[in-house]
């Protein structure tokens, strides 16, 4: 019997060993295929990346401008022809195609303040019709060097220093910020209108020497997925059980907990198993308000966003106040009870509030990703395959409405010194532009 029992937990222990030995060898072979198909995903972009021709527009918007914001919204909704509406498996893995992207930005220096847009060249006639449609006075003007070239390639060094943050959305992607229509269309008197971009020209008005101060908004045309978000979180106002697709090893154990107890109670499935707290309710006032503007939020065209915000000067005369003068711009746009800006923890390049191991280190590690990123207008700071060891910094998701919010002309009651307008444009739009 003893010999027996001997053999049996021989046996069981052979079983097990065996177990956690394809275990742990399946699981090696997984981080293996994933290290393997990131670094092809990543030489395949990087070829396709180096192929495609970037033209840097300067936007010299009219001299006392009074159009709204609301003309930026429709800019925006034009750029959303560059989506794919789906790349290809094959030319995602053997070309390294990925959808399209468009860099607005807003740079101020002691010369002033200028806008530009950095978009594919075969794209260029689709930002130049949006924009003399909704600006008629406005100037494009192809810029004959990236601004970005003034200075040294490789920032912090022992001349530059650099403060820089991305700014993503604090809650859910379908949650909306205060835009435009809050600082224009709720004022009851002209003198009210409060023009958003009013503080960070205020402070890119006032640089001198060295100084800049750039605001990039990184976007790429997105899915359906802020749709996705809004139902869901709509499901979750009115009460409703947010639906879920369950995968095959879910379902099998929910089957085997179902069987095991079907002795003793009649089995429950899907929506049978529901809590009350789980049916459907009542919204609250609140409540229909979040589903209004969630709605609103995704009625409008979207993109995947990076807003980075960038500041350069030699270290002699280097100071932050600048800096958070201007980081501080983005809590206009915060609500308390729908969403707000926030700085991206992994990309802040201030010194961190507690001791961590090599603090320097991290801090300048992300101050030299920080000016790699700008200056590539790269939405993340690691390849696909450096992101199997850090975290993945995903891009918020803005509709068009919190874009031209964010980044537009502005209006003439905006007294910044430093706007570089025009008087009158140069040239005239393109003969076939069709009008509104």
Request: glycine share 6%; net charge negative.
């Amino acid at each position: 019997m003893e010999e027996i029992l001997s053999g049996l937990s021989g046996d069981i222990g052979s079983i097990i060993f065996t177990v956690i030995l394809l275990i742990v060898g399946f699981l090696l072979l997984r981080i293996l295929i994933t290290f393997l198909k990131n670094w092809w995903l990543d030489e395949s972009q990087k070829k396709y990346a180096a192929g495609i021709d970037y033209v840097l527009l300067e936007i010299r918007f009219p001299k006392n401008n009074e159009i709204f914001p609301k003309a930026m919204e429709q800019v925006f909704a034009s750029l959303y022809q560059i989506y794919s509406f789906g790349i290809d498996p094959e030319d995602k893995w053997l070309k390294g195609q990925f959808e399209e992207k468009v860099s607005a930005e807003m740079v101020g220096s002691k010369d002033g303040i200028k806008f530009f847009i950095r978009i594919n060249r075969k794209n260029q006639a689709i930002i130049e019709a949006a924009i003399f449609s909704q600006y008629p006075g406005a100037e494009i003007v192809e810029a004959q060097k990236d601004y970005v070239s003034e200075l040294p390639s490789d920032i912090p060094n022992n001349e530059y220093d650099i403060l820089g943050v991305d700014m993503v959305l604090k809650e859910d992607n379908a949650y909306p910020i205060k835009t435009y229509r809050y600082f224009f269309g709720e004022r009851k008197y002209e003198e009210e209108e409060i023009d958003p971009i009013a503080i960070l020209a205020e402070v890119m008005s006032g640089l001198r020497g060295d100084e800049r101060l750039w605001m990039q908004v990184l976007i790429t045309p997105t899915g359906g997925e802020l749709k996705k978000a809004a139902e869901k979180v709509i499901a979750e106002k009115m009460g409703k059980k947010a639906e879920e697709k369950k995968g095959i090893g879910s379902s099998l154990v929910e089957f085997a907990v179902q069987a095991v107890q079907a002795p003793v109670k009649v089995p429950e499935w899907g929506d049978e198993s529901a809590k009350p707290e789980d049916r459907p309710k009542n919204p609250t006032a609140q409540d229909n308000e979040i589903i209004r503007a969630v709605s609103e939020k995704a009625s409008k065209t979207s993109f995947f966003t990076t807003v980075r915000l960038v500041y350069i000067d030699k270290k002699e005369t280097f100071s932050g106040s600048n800096f958070k003068a201007a980081a501080s711009a983005f809590q206009q746009y915060n609500t308390q009870h729908l969403n707000s800006m926030r700085p991206a923890k992994a990309t802040k390049t201030s010194s961190p509030r507690f001791y961590v191991p090599n603090r320097k280190g991290i801090v300048l590690e992300r101050k030299k990703n920080m000016y790699i990123n700008y200056i590539d207008r790269s939405f993340s700071p690691y390849t696909n395959v450096q992101e199997m060891f850090h975290k993945h910094l995903e891009p918020s998701i803005m509709n068009i409405e919190e874009l031209a919010t964010i980044f537009h002309p502005p209006i003439g009651s905006v007294k910044a010194t430093g706007l570089d307008q025009p008087e009158s444009r140069k040239g005239a739009p393109p003969a076939n532009l069709p009008m509104e």
